[in-house]
């Protein structure tokens, strides 16, 4: 891998990285498809975004962050290292507690906390019923 876009300090983590997790570029199917979406006519004619596919562990992910290829590369191989700790550690990582928070927030709220909520807007909405028009009879 020769990024230009990439400083060689974080060619050499990725590629340590890598190391460690036991990813060898021969267990990697890597293709370059025509990318899609906002860019006009030359996303649509360069193959920049990057599908890659580790075979052992069955991990297939596409990246096009970037307009570039090297650089597609490079967030490519670092997401799946991502990945492959999130499978292997089984750890709360970034990415997990991100899905749990927006879980939570989807979350069906309880009787107790709906009847809470409904009687807060009741109170709100009579509050405002007191700000009627002075002098139009009441109204």
């Known amino acids: 891998m020769s990024e230009v876009y990439v400083s060689a300090a974080k ?6 990285q890598m190391e460690k997790l036991g990813v060898e570029d021969a267990d990697l199917t890597e293709r370059f498809i025509l990318g899609s979406g906002a860019g ?3 996303i649509n004619k360069t193959a920049s975004c990057v599908y890659l596919k580790h075979t052992p562990s069955g991990i297939e992910l596409k990246c096009q962050r970037s307009r570039s290829r090297e650089m597609n590369r490079f967030l490519a191989r670092r997401e ?3 990945r492959l700790v999130e499978q292997i550690a089984g750890e709360k990582s970034r990415r997990r507690q991100a899905m749990e ?10 009787r107790r906390q ?19 028009r002075i002098g139009n009879n009441g109204e």
């Open 40 to 42: 006009g006519q030359k």
């Open 101 to 110: 928070k927006i879980r939570r927030q989807k979350r069906r709220r309880s």
């Open 114 to 132: 709906k009847a809470k909520m409904v009687e807060l807007k009741r109170q709100r909405g009579a509050q405002k019923q007191l700000r009627g």
């Open 11 to 16: 060619q050499r983590a990725l590629a340590t």
């Open 80 to 82: 799946l290292c991502d």
